[in-house]
């Protein structure tokens, strides 16, 4: 069975730290791995993974994929109260499948 | 544009009673998806359409039903709702597949008493 877990599944920090979400992975059929932030809503995509070992950033937030341990994490910076989220790990598992972690609720208190 | 549209937002509906949920896109993605999310499970994928005309079994399809009406329109149906079902729905599409961004609708809470 495929299984995506994260860790920590909540996390409390101040304004202006800086935090790393994990996200590991079981699967049979690894094609991508995606992270999305989702706030009140719809998750919204942040980044697609692809290779082992490149580092994808837009401003404050950075991702690395580590395929060797099954693995990705995601940096947050000089973190913000507009932070607070949920953050999603999925990982593709076939042409039309993704399997989700169970998130990590973050928040970030002024 | 409005992206992917869900009606209703909310929904309380006793149990075995049906209803059918509706979701559109207006991007002219191929791919459509439907999840549900529960509390400390994530999103799990109930049923899914890789184009229009078909449609495959996700993670969680029993209970459910689904219609890929159109290009834009992806239909999901509950026939005989069980307090299990209660649940937030959550419709996406994608322009081809999983490997590309999908584009989440805002959601249906279902509650089923």
């Known amino acids: 069975e495929d299984k995506v877990v994260q860790s920590p599944l909540s996390l409390v920090v101040h304004e202006g730290d800086t935090v790393t979400l994990n996200c590991s992975y079981e699967?049979?059929?690894?094609?991508?791995l995606l992270w999305y932030k989702q706030e009140k809503k719809a998750p919204t995509f942040l980044f697609m993974l692809t290779s082992s070992g490149i580092e994808k950033k837009s401003g404050r937030l950075s991702s690395i994929l580590d395929k060797k341990e099954l693995s990705s994490i995601l940096n947050i910076t000089a973190t913000q109260t507009g932070d607070s989220a949920i953050y999603l790990c999925?990982?593709?598992?076939?042409?039309?499948?993704?399997?989700f972690g169970q998130g990590t609720r973050l928040t970030i208190n002024p | 544009n409005a992206g992917v549209t869900q009606t209703p937002k909310f929904q309380v509906l006793k149990t075995g009673q049906s209803m059918t949920l509706q979701c559109a896109q207006d991007?002219?993605?191929?791919?459509m998806y439907w999840y549900r999310q529960d509390p400390g499970m994530g999103l799990r994928l109930i049923y899914y359409?890789?184009?229009?005309?078909?449609?495959d079994k996700g993670e969680v399809p029993n209970g459910y039903n689904v219609s890929r009406l159109n290009k834009r329109e992806f239909s999901l149906r509950l026939e005989s709702a069980a307090p299990s079902q209660t649940s937030v729905y959550f419709c996406?599409?994608?322009?081809?597949?999983?490997?590309?961004?999908?584009?989440f609708g805002p959601g249906t809470r279902l509650t089923v008493t």
């Open positions: 991007m002219n993605h191929n791919s």
């Open positions: 999925a990982v593709v598992v076939g042409a039309q499948k993704l399997v």
């Open positions: 996406a599409s994608s322009e081809k597949g999983a490997s590309y961004e999908q584009y």
């Open positions: 359409s890789a184009s229009e005309g078909t449609t």
């Open positions: 699967v049979t059929n690894f094609r991508s």
